[in-house]
T-cell receptor, first 113, second 112 residues
Framework: DQQVKQNSPSLSVQEGRISILNCDYT??????FLWYKKYPAEGPTFLIS?????DKNEDGRFTVFLNKSAKHLSLHIVPSQPGDSAVYFC????????????FGKGTKLSVIP | KAGVTQTPRYLIKTRGQQVTLSCSPI?????VSWYQQTPGQGLQFLFE???????NKGNFPGRFSGRQFSNSRSEMNVSTLELGDSALYLC???????????FGSGTRLTVV
């Protein structure tokens, strides 16, 4: 049973516009969420994270929103750039001492110049 | 600051053989985790080591094992390789549980 779901396998956005990537989770014990970007033949690169005690976290062009009641989080990229084209993974973990990440299957973002 | 280094980058093995993959974490990171990435299953957690002790293990058969050395470098071993073990194996290190985990570039294992 998939505990972290990214229901959109792909997303295309025009350069300069907003990209919104979505992620749903089922495990109510998850309390820390992370977003990663991955290019082919490379390891995932950490982008941004959020703790369950917050509902928003910003870092430059990246903002993550967390809706605990809906068990939903989203990553906003504004403005989108062609270099943002990659696969984006949502990940979650539970417990302060947990080091195990549960990943979604990813969303491939294509930013069109 | 050097990142997470995984060796080798590519590996081709025959069914039934065994393989050992290596991971050198970022200096000062004592936690090292391993993940398997396949097209069908995505990224799946294998195990995590801290101070030479395995603390967490994912849902993989006993053919998958690992260890960590006193300098935090880690190895994972897969014995009796099967075709389904073909995957990208990723190692990640972190200084603590609520930090971003830094991944290496991975080892692409192909079993023929």
């Amino acid at each position: 049973d998939q505990q972290v779901k990214q229901n959109s396998p792909s997303l295309s956005v025009q350069e300069g516009r907003i990209s919104i990537l979505n992620c749903d989770y089922t495990n109510s014990m998850f309390d820390y969420f992370l977003w990663y970007k991955k290019y082919p033949a490379e390891g995932p690169t950490f982008l941004i994270s959020i703790s369950s005690i917050k509902d928003k976290n910003e870092d430059g062009r990246f903002t993550v929103f967390l809706n605990k009641s809906a068990k939903h989080l989203s990553l906003h990229i504004v403005p989108s750039q062609p270099g943002d084209s990659a696969v984006y993974f949502c990940a979650a973990k539970s417990g302060a001492g947990s080091y195990q990440l549960t990943f979604g299957k990813g969303t491939k973002l294509s930013v069109i110049p | 600051k050097a990142g997470v280094t995984q060796t080798p980058r590519y590996l081709i093995k025959t069914r039934g053989q065994q393989v050992t993959l290596s991971c050198s974490p970022i200096s000062g990171h004592r936690s090292v985790s391993w993940y398997q990435q396949t097209p069908g299953q995505g990224l799946q957690f294998l195990f995590e080591y801290f101070s030479e002790t395995q603390r967490n293990k994912g849902n993989f058969p006993g053919r998958f094992s690992g260890r960590q050395f006193s300098n935090s470098r880690s190895e994972m071993n897969v014995s009796t390789l099967e075709l389904g073990d073909s995957a990208l194996y990723l190692c990640a290190s972190t200084p603590g549980s609520d930090y971003g985990y830094t991944f290496g570039s991975g080892t692409r294992l192909t079993v023929v």
